[in-house]
């Protein structure tokens, strides 16, 4: 009925897949729990072995690194059940309800749904610039998802039919960190699926510090401009595409990219969202530079 799928990557997953263990075996449903590392390597892997000795879970350590998005659709071919319910290692459900929650939608059909994320408010996350960016971008409340679902789907937390998954597949051209998400919600819509916000979120708690995590950032935007020389994305859809190339008619671009190193600096120095995302434009417009 029920396949759990958990990539990871040099990151503890055992607590996780323990806490959904419990939870299907109260459920009494037919699950299994599959779990990959994706070639990492590390020596957390030792711990993450000891989900072999729960019942219907298996964890795997790849020797080599495929990539976010090909460990995902590796993960859906893996899966024995109809209904795939994609978790990221670093998360953990909020509710002790949390499974049955979205078995009552295991009836559905042409239908995705996003359970949503959250962030622990402990004192120790408020300096980190990553906490802060997923408050304010993240932890949206269902009203505004329910609004927007494409926008607000994220790969951490959802549940979808298997033959739905695998008509549609993560991009696996985008082997670093950032976008697939994006991309796989478009082509859901594309294919004339729907995307169904509900209330069953997870916290996310892997917090990056904020050098590391600028780093991911600039990874994410030069995915996005891998994505429109693509042509897979339509950067008239995507307001950050839309101001670059505004930018660029205005023949700005070298201005605006010459205050990167500016702004990644406040950004980093004082965990500043504002201050990332004018970094995150400065650094598109770079990019743009080297096309041309």
Not at 87 to 113: C, E, G, M, Q, W
Not at 128 to 154: A, M, V
Not at 253 to 260: D, E, G, P, S
Not at 282 to 289: G, T
Request: proline share 2%.
């Amino acid at each position: 009925m029920l396949s759990v799928l958990i990539p990871t990557y040099n990151y503890n997953a055992f607590k996780l897949v323990k806490s959904i263990h419990k939870q299907l075996v109260l459920e009494r449903i037919s699950f299994e729990i599959i779990c990959f590392d994706d070639g990492s390597n590390s020596s957390i892997n030792l711990k993450n072995r000891e989900i072999n000795t729960l019942s219907n879970a298996t964890f795997t350590a790849f020797k080599k690194n495929v990539g976010r998005s090909a460990i995902r659709n590796l993960l859906a071919e893996k899966a024995t059940f109809n209904w795939l319910l994609f978790l990221d290692a670093d998360v953990l459900p909020i509710k002790t309800n949390f499974i049955r929650n979205y078995s009552k939608y295991f009836n559905s059909d042409k239908t995705v749904f996003c359970g949503g994320i959250k962030y622990e408010h402990l004192p120790k996350n408020k300096k980190y610039l990553r906490y802060k960016y997923g408050k304010k971008n993240e932890e949206i409340s269902l009203k505004k998802r329910t609004e927007n679902p494409s926008k607000y789907f994220f790969t951490s937390n959802f549940l979808i039919q298997k033959d739905v998954f695998l008509k549609i597949k993560f991009e696996e051209k985008l082997v670093d960190y950032g976008r697939e998400d994006l991309l796989f919600s478009l082509d859901l819509i594309k294919q004339g699926y729907k995307i169904k916000q509900i209330a069953n979120e997870v916290y996310h708690l892997g917090i990056d510090d904020n050098t590391l995590f600028i780093k991911k950032t600039k990874k994410a935007m030069k995915n996005l401009i891998f994505l429109e020389k693509s042509n897979l994305i339509n950067p008239d859809n995507l307001q950050l595409l839309k101001l670059i190339n505004k930018i660029s008619k205005f023949k700005s671009l070298r201005v605006v990219a010459f205050l990167q190193p500016f702004f990644e600096n406040l950004a980093k120095n004082k965990s500043s969202v504002f201050f990332l995302n004018c970094m995150k434009v400065s650094y598109l417009c770079q990019l743009k530079l080297k096309d041309e």
